[in-house]
């Protein structure tokens, strides 16, 4: 039996639409083409100008190494990472602009990149109310004191109460019992302070004498004679321009016959080792986030990173020796990225509506192997404080070069929660 | 004087528009240059008005500021009476600039207030305990409701930025309507004249500190209130010269210039930072052009040129 088939107005109109969708389909698929490969925005918060702009240079050269390696290996869920930078001016109250224009202006689906504590305060507020996931690469303990919102999370990089307490044991064991403290009175330094004097009696050792010198200062020889005698060890972290001078005048004040000395490379980031006044600290120790030089035991990680973002074994651009890195926090923007990236491949992340569950897939997060994607070291991720946990390094120097003596293990940098950022609403 | 009301009544309306109709982008920051506004409003009855340079008036925005952030962050003070506190911190604190201070005139009257300023950034930082000193911190989202509103709604926020904004505005201009406005005015052309004319010069000064000063507080406490940070940042010295350059872009003297200069700084730096990481030369430019060009600042020029009836 055959089957004839009649044309009539309705079956013409039919057959019409369903041409009409057929021949529109490519338009279609290829419009959901467009939708889905369209880039992920990225926003990086970048500290061009201000007190923070040798950081914001080398957190600039690592994020555009970060997203040409994820590019290349094809982006995040297939879709390319743009980055859109604008400068924070190292400046609280831009720094808050500058997210606003992230979320409102640029439409980002994400922001990142901030270093500097105050500008993560001044910025945090309105990355919480814009409901935009906000990555900060700051080592500030902000973020874990649960003083943020859950939008704010800190996945790349440790924080500093966590770098401070894993050097107590070392610094006991090794150089001695008695310290005493020289730090800026300001909030940095006064983190050392709280962080290292409890973490050091914890050891069974003791703060001699807590120096504070004011930001303003710019001559340090009076502060010297208030070391008391018996020190075994001075703890700096002097910071800004005066720090060359501070180390200068250490130096003479000390002679050959100084006691231990332990400092933060925080004081001498994208500092030349071999600076002239810098030879004092021959035989001192440093705590590195990331070594600065290759070591001899270097990970193929560290190699591949170096090479990527243009660093030399020195620490320095290879393309200006003279240009050095600030090795031992950028490795953080290269970290959060690919963080990024996971997060948004585990929660199938499409676009702005589904920031809440990108969130969630970081919380979810634990353990982060050392890797091509973690070069620093492995990590552990603590959903609730939104606080990554990992190794640090310390340094010695000899022979004007940083060379590794001691990696803390990641428990020697934990404290108990302060916070549960997942039990806020989005 | 129903003319200038007029006129600010309008502004304040076309304001109010376009706090509904505005882009959420243009709509945050023009929040954000109102609370900045007040602040240059205030700076204005000081330098504008009564001629008098300050270069340490980051010390009442920052009095305005911790007097609202400590009280809500260690006492627990809802937003209204710490917002009152945040007043009553700035006014004091102007007194005492104001009774020390204004034993000086000209270039150390300049220096006084600076090195106030840098006392009172200084102090933040020695009691970091309190403050967290250069780190700030911030007024949790829970906390900045008053009365059922959510002052961080983009919305609301705006409005209150406004209702600020409009109040420090309709207060200047109704003391330079008044007698004790015409004083002022008199002691910034010729202090000795106004003073051999019988008036008293020095309380005139100080009202004009106090009021200045309060006023800049009120900046400082609103926008620690609706923006949720309090940091010693705002205290620092370039918080000093930021209403100074709004003024005097605006044009020094005239009611709406601190609103035109805050407006034009903001946007000339978010465009051109847009185009280059040397944004700082093209406002520098920009503002030299200004100087060379428009002395009397934009609103200024206005007058000069069409509209002397201007406040």
């Known amino acids: 039996m055959t089957q004839s088939f009649k044309t009539n107005r309705r079956t013409l109109i039919k057959g019409a639409a369903a041409g009409g969708v057929l021949a529109a389909a490519p338009l279609?698929?290829?419009?959901?083409?467009?939708?889905?490969?369209?880039?992920?925005?990225?926003?990086?918060?970048?500290?061009?100008?201000?007190?923070?702009?040798?950081?914001?240079?080398?957190?600039?050269?690592?994020?555009?190494?970060?997203?040409?390696?994820?590019?290349?290996?094809?982006?995040?869920?297939?879709?390319?990472?743009?980055?859109?930078?604008?400068?924070?001016?190292?400046?609280?109250?831009?720094?808050?602009?500058?997210?606003?224009?992230?979320?409102?202006?640029?439409?980002?689906?994400?922001?990142?990149?901030?270093?500097?504590?105050?500008?993560?305060?001044?910025?945090?507020?309105?990355?919480?109310?814009?409901?935009?996931?906000?990555?900060?690469?700051?080592?500030?303990?902000?973020?874990?004191?649960?003083?943020?919102?859950?939008?704010?999370?800190?996945?790349?990089?440790?924080?500093?109460?966590?770098?401070?307490?894993?050097?107590?044991?070392?610094?006991?064991?090794?150089?001695?019992?008695?310290?005493?403290?020289?730090?800026?009175?300001?909030?940095?330094?006064?983190?050392?302070?709280?962080?290292?004097?409890?973490?050091?009696?914890?050891?069974?050792?003791?703060?001699?004498?807590?120096?504070?010198?004011?930001?303003?200062?710019?001559?340090f020889t009076k502060y010297f004679p208030k070391i008391p005698r018996e020190t075994e060890v001075v703890y700096h972290v002097m910071v800004g321009p005066a720090v060359l001078t501070f180390v200068k005048e250490m130096g003479e004040f000390f002679g050959p016959s100084k006691p231990a000395i332990f400092g933060f490379i925080d004081s001498l980031e994208a500092v030349d080792m071999t600076s002239p006044g810098l030879e004092f600290l021959d035989g001192t120790y440093f705590w590195e986030g990331m070594p600065r030089y290759a070591q001899a035991d270097q990970t193929e990680y560290d190699k591949a990173f170096r090479a990527a973002v243009g660093v030399d074994d020195n620490g320095a651009s290879v393309s200006d020796p003279r240009d050095v890195s600030t090795y031992a926090h950028m490795f953080g923007c290269w970290e959060t990225l690919h963080i990024i990236k996971a997060g948004m491949e585990a929660s199938d992340y499409a676009g702005p509506q589904d920031r809440a569950k990108l969130i969630e897939a970081i919380e979810a997060m634990t353990e982060l192997a050392e890797s091509f994607e973690h070069p620093q070291g492995p990590k552990l991720f603590n959903g609730k404080t939104h606080q990554v946990f990992g190794v640090q390094y310390i340094s010695k120097v000899e022979n004007g070069k940083l060379v590794k003596v001691h990696t803390t293990s990641i428990e020697d940098t934990q404290y108990p929660d302060e916070a549960d950022y997942t039990t806020m609403a989005f | 004087?129903?003319?200038?009301?007029?006129?600010?009544?309008?502004?304040?309306?076309?304001?109010?528009?376009?706090?509904?109709?505005?882009?959420?982008?243009?709509?945050?920051?023009?929040?954000?240059?109102?609370?900045?506004?007040?602040?240059?409003?205030?700076?204005?009855?000081?330098?504008?008005?009564?001629?008098?340079?300050?270069?340490?008036?980051?010390?009442?925005?920052?009095?305005?500021?911790?007097?609202?952030?400590?009280?809500?962050?260690?006492?627990g003070w809802s937003p209204v009476p710490a917002f009152i506190a945040g007043l009553v911190s700035a006014a004091l604190l102007s007194v005492i600039v104001a009774v020390l201070a204004l034993r000086t005139v000209g270039v150390a009257f300049m220096i006084v207030t600076l090195m106030f300023s840098q006392s009172a950034f200084l102090t933040i930082l020695y009691f970091g305990t309190w403050t967290r000193g250069d780190e700030g911190f911030v007024i949790p989202q829970a906390a900045r409701q008053v009365a059922g509103l959510d002052l961080t709604d983009p919305v609301t926020r705006y409005m209150a930025a406004l209702a600020l904004f409009s109040v420090a505005l309709l207060l200047v201009l109704w003391l330079v309507r008044r007698q004790e406005g015409a004083v002022l005015i008199g002691i910034r052309e010729n202090e000795e004249r106004t003073r051999m004319l019988g008036y008293n010069v020095l309380s005139h000064k100080i009202l004009a500190v106090v009021m200045s000063g309060t006023l800049s507080g009120a900046a400082g406490a609103g926008y620690a209130l609706l923006f949720g940070y309090v940091g010693a940042t705002f205290a620092s010295v370039q918080y000093s010269i930021f209403p100074l350059l709004w003024v005097l872009l605006g044009g020094a003297g005239t009611t709406i210039g601190p609103l035109v200069g805050a407006v034009f700084m903001f946007y000339l730096i978010d465009y051109s930072s847009g185009l280059t990481n040397a944004y700082m030369l093209i406002a520098g430019v920009v503002l030299v052009l200004l100087t060379l060009f428009a002395r009397a600042g934009i609103m200024g020029e206005v007058r000069k040129r069409w509209a002397p009836w201007l406040p």
Not at chain 1, 201 to 207: I, K, L, P, T
């Open chain 1, 28 to 219: 279609v698929s290829r419009f959901a083409q467009a939708q889905s490969s369209a880039p992920i925005r990225i926003g990086f918060q970048q500290h061009v100008t201000g007190i923070g702009a040798a950081y914001g240079r080398w957190y600039g050269r690592t994020t555009d190494a970060a997203v040409k390696k994820i590019n290349d290996e094809g982006g995040i869920n297939g879709r390319m990472i743009e980055i859109i930078a604008e400068d924070d001016g190292t400046d609280p109250k831009r720094g808050a602009e500058v997210v606003g224009k992230f979320a409102s202006q640029h439409d980002c689906d994400v922001a990142f990149g901030t270093l500097f504590s105050h500008v993560v305060y001044g910025s945090a507020p309105a990355a919480g109310e814009l409901k935009l996931p906000y990555f900060v690469v700051s080592e500030g303990h902000h973020v874990a004191s649960g003083a943020l919102n859950r939008y704010t999370m800190q996945p790349g990089i440790t924080d500093v109460k966590s770098q401070v307490q894993a050097m107590a044991p070392y610094v006991a064991e090794n150089l001695g019992k008695k310290v005493t403290m020289i730090f800026p009175d300001f909030a940095f330094g006064h983190d050392h302070r709280d962080y290292f004097t409890a973490a050091i009696e914890a050891q069974g050792g003791e703060v001699l004498e807590h120096i504070a010198i004011p930001p303003t200062e710019t001559s």
């Open chain 2, 1 to 75: 004087m129903i003319r200038d009301l007029g006129l600010h009544l309008a502004l304040i309306a076309v304001l109010f528009v376009l706090g509904l109709t505005l882009p959420d982008y243009h709509q945050g920051n023009m929040a954000r240059i109102l609370v900045l506004a007040t602040y240059a409003v205030g700076y204005n009855v000081l330098f504008g008005y009564t001629g008098l340079l300050s270069l340490g008036h980051a010390m009442f925005f920052a009095a305005g500021m911790y007097g609202l952030g400590l009280v809500m962050q260690h006492g």
